[in-house]
């Protein structure tokens, strides 16, 4: 059994075959999906088919890339949100400065406010860190403590950035298809993680893995990351899906047989 950790099945490239899309997953052994918000104009949505299919558990946040004038908002529909509804996480939150830079301001607020949403209401973070590992940490490090746990999603970083997530003890990493790319440097890090640290996720439908790089990525397409891992970490994809389902569970605390 796999569990795809971090996938978008709720957006409208989902809309025609939404159904069938999680029936291959739950063929290919992929049982249960970890599903995070983007912000408001999405929550209903992702409520939606949440309620719609059991096996999909939602996330409550407000993505970086959603931040701008005003957001507080947002993060008081974020709030609100947690307050009123049962959710298994906060995210996805962070700082992306890949596709823009003017907001940075407004959303090192935006995810300090956040990780004490975190705390209030006892959830681990998905944490999204897009050319931002070093503005992620100076936030972390000042707001770290014994009630922050959570995921770094998409893992990108250097053998040094891993080393700063492990030295805050109650993080994993997100291993997703970048992991099968010739060039993405995650499979050189990849074998410095612990296997205890690492969490499986697709991010559809965004970042498909080889063999199908460039179509739109689902959560079937897992089984092509825990291969990839396996190989690298030079050992069974067996004992790769149970140690990361077993870390998934325990992170999300998600209710599964």
């Known amino acids: 059994m796999l569990i795809d950790t971090h996938s978008h099945i709720f957006s409208e490239e ?13 063929e290919a052994g992929i049982r249960y999906h970890v599903l ?3 912000d408001s104009s999405t929550t209903e949505k992702l409520m939606d088919v949440c309620r719609e299919f059991p096996q999909c558990f939602p996330l409550m946040g407000l993505h970086p890339t959603s931040v701008k004038i005003g957001f507080e908002s947002e993060i008081d529909h974020v709030e609100q949100m947690l307050a009123t509804n049962k959710f298994y996480g906060i995210g996805e939150i962070g700082i992306d400065l890949y596709w823009d830079k ?10 300090r406010y956040q ?3 975190a705390k209030k209401f006892h959830l681990p973070l998905v944490i999204h860190a897009r050319n931002s590992f070093n503005e992620i940490f100076e936030i ?3 707001e770290i403590d014994s009630t922050l746990f959570g995921v770094f999603h998409s893992f990108t970083g250097n053998i040094d950035d891993y080393k700063h ?6 993080f994993y990493v997100g291993i997703g298809g970048i992991v099968t790319y010739k060039n993405g440097g995650v499979s050189t890090i990849l074998q410095h993680i612990n296997p205890e640290h690492i969490l499986l996720e697709t991010d559809s439908p965004f970042l498909s893995p080889v063999p199908v790089r460039g179509r739109r990525n689902e959560s079937y397409n897992l089984t092509y990351i825990a291969i990839k891992v396996a190989e690298v970490l030079g050992v069974s994809v067996l004992e790769v899906a149970q140690q990361t389902t077993k870390n998934a569970v325990k992170l999300f605390k998600l209710p599964v047989e």
């Not at 989902?14 to 739950?26: I, K, P």
């Not at 003017?102 to 995810?111: M, N």
């Open 102 to 111: 003017t907001y940075l301001h407004q959303q090192q607020e935006a995810f």
């Open 140 to 142: 972390l490090d000042q």
């Open 36 to 38: 995070p918000n983007i």
């Open 165 to 170: 997530i492990a030295g805050y003890q109650h």
């Open 14 to 26: 989902f809309d025609t075959d939404r159904a069938q899309v999680l029936n291959r997953a739950f």
């Open 115 to 117: 990780l004490n949403l």
